[in-house]
C-alpha cells in the first residue's frame, strides 16, 4: 500500500515563502515522476509541478514559475515544494500524488496519471 504524507502548509502573508514536503512509503520511491496539485474553493484541482524519477526534468505551470521549485531526494523517499513570493491566488489545498507508471521520462501533466494521491495541506496566503 503506497502512503503519501504531506505536510509544511500553513498561513502566511503574501510575499512570504513556505517548503511544502510529501513523505511516501510502500513502494519504490526512486522509479516514480511525482507531482504537486492544488484545488481552490470552486476550482478544479490543476497541476502545479512535476519532477521526473531521476529528478532531472521538471515542469512548473506558468503561473509559479520562477517562484516555486519542485525537488526530490530518493534516498529518503520525500518530494519537496519551495514555495517563493506567495500570492493570495496561490491559497488552496495542496496534494502530491507518484506517477502510476515507472521511469517516465516526462513526468505527467494530467491527473489520471497519477496513481497515488496524498491527503493534501492547505496553504492560505493572506493579503
Known amino acids: 500500500q503506497v502512503q503519501l504524507v504531506e505536510s509544511g502548509g500553513g498561513l502566511v502573508q503574501a510575499g512570504g515563502s513556505l517548503r511544502l514536503s510529501c513523505a511516501a512509503s510502500?513502494?519504490?520511491?526512486?522509479?516514480?515522476?511525482m507531482g504537486w496539485f492544488r484545488q481552490a474553493p470552486g476550482k478544479e484541482r490543476e497541476v502545479v509541478a512535476t519532477?521526473?524519477?531521476?529528478?532531472?526534468?521538471?515542469y512548473y505551470t506558468n503561473s509559479v514559475k520562477g517562484r516555486f521549485t519542485i525537488s526530490r531526494d530518493n534516498a529518503k523517499n520525500t518530494v519537496y515544494l519551495q514555495m517563493n513570493s506567495l500570492k493570495p491566488e496561490d491559497t488552496a489545498v495542496y496534494y502530491c500524488?507518484?506517477?502510476?507508471?515507472?521511469?517516465?521520462?516526462?513526468?505527467?501533466?494530467?491527473?489520471?496519471?497519477?496513481?497515488?494521491w496524498g491527503q493534501g495541506t492547505q496553504v492560505t496566503v493572506s493579503s
Open positions: 500524488a507518484a506517477d502510476g507508471s515507472a521511469f517516465r521520462p516526462i513526468g505527467p501533466r494530467t491527473l489520471d496519471e497519477y496513481a497515488y
Open positions: 510502500g513502494t519504490t520511491f526512486s522509479r516514480y515522476a
Open positions: 519532477i521526473t524519477w531521476s529528478g532531472r526534468s521538471t
